[in-house]
């Protein structure tokens, strides 16, 4: 049959439905991933690919509403329960900003090339126009621990207004659910699905390959995080790491780290694939992005999660619940708590209990299995 998959052009919401992509095309379907705007992070990942908002400047719709998402959620306010109050949140506006700008691509792309099924983030509701407008099945994919039915229904009552122009007066419901989240985490939605990391490919340096001679700390702020709000817990870990005996990579990406004062034992790495990283990582500082908490959980390692915005809080605080890491704020971050991280035998049980958990939940491979004995033989 063939699959659309959509999401956002993100890495963090864009990454985590490749595997199941990739999963689908072994299977034998043909796959095409949609998104728009920038589409270099899909064009490394070997699948066919489309853009259904050329131009699409993803920064500038970030960079007018984000700055006020990330602060407030940084502050601990929680995420809107209302639709009313949803409407006037800045990350739920610039997620329809963003939909209002994909949408009319998306669907003249489905009736274009009629998919039988398709697979989209879940919080990329308008790919429920795409399969209505190609009379597809349609399936949600979560991307974290913090999306719930609750929560989706909120984010998609921001979007009726564009729903109600293609002449649908409500949001339909997915034919499908697939949650990746830990049971443990929450109550599992849908048909749960094990999180197999994607994080971009590319030549690993060297000193990745092997374990290191002292423990490990890896540390990332995602690819949006730096943007939004700066550097300020990799200042703070900087200025702790030379009493630590540990080594510390930065995984930054693109961020500009040159402004600061690394010790000897910190190594300023720029981008490599975190699930490689965290390999021969004995623990991992971040922000609390989905992709990077569940690629830390994956790889059984302790975390310190210091939330930087978006669903980082809720990320946070189910990480410590599990007791397989700390959630902290940014001021709170320093030598005593990075101790700890490395010293606590009860974070490296936990943090392999989590590890076990996700790895006996059903793969992405049984997943396409169950996607096509389900929707597959409906299609003539």
Known sequence: MRVLVTALAGAGHLF?????????????HEVLFATGGDMGAVATTGLHSYDVAPGLD???VVGANGPNAFRSSTTGQAFPTTPEAVREHPAFRMFNGLAEAMVDGLVGLAKEWQPDLVVYESMHVIALLAAEAAGAKAVSHAIGVAQNQRMLDLFGSMQVDIFQRYGLDAIPKPDAHIDVAPPSFKQPEGWSMRYVPYNGGGQLPGWLTARPERPRIAVTLGTVAPMMTGLGPVERIAAAAEKIDAEFVLALGNADASGLDLPDNVRSVGYVPLGPLLATSTAVIHHGG???TLTALDAGVPQIVVPQGADGPINAAAVAAAGCG????TEELDGTVIERLLSE???????????????AM?????????LTKNFGGQIS
């Open 362 to 370: 059903p793969s992405p491979a049984s997943v396409a299995e169950r």
């Open 16 to 28: 985590p439905l490749v595997t199941t992509a990739w999963a689908l095309r072994a299977a034998g």
């Open 345 to 359: 035998e009860s974070l490296r049980v936990e943090a392999a209990r989590v590890r076990a958990e996700m790895h």
């Open 326 to 329: 700390f959630n902290v704020a």
């Open 290 to 292: 989905a992709g990077t």
């Open 58 to 60: 993803m920064r500038s």
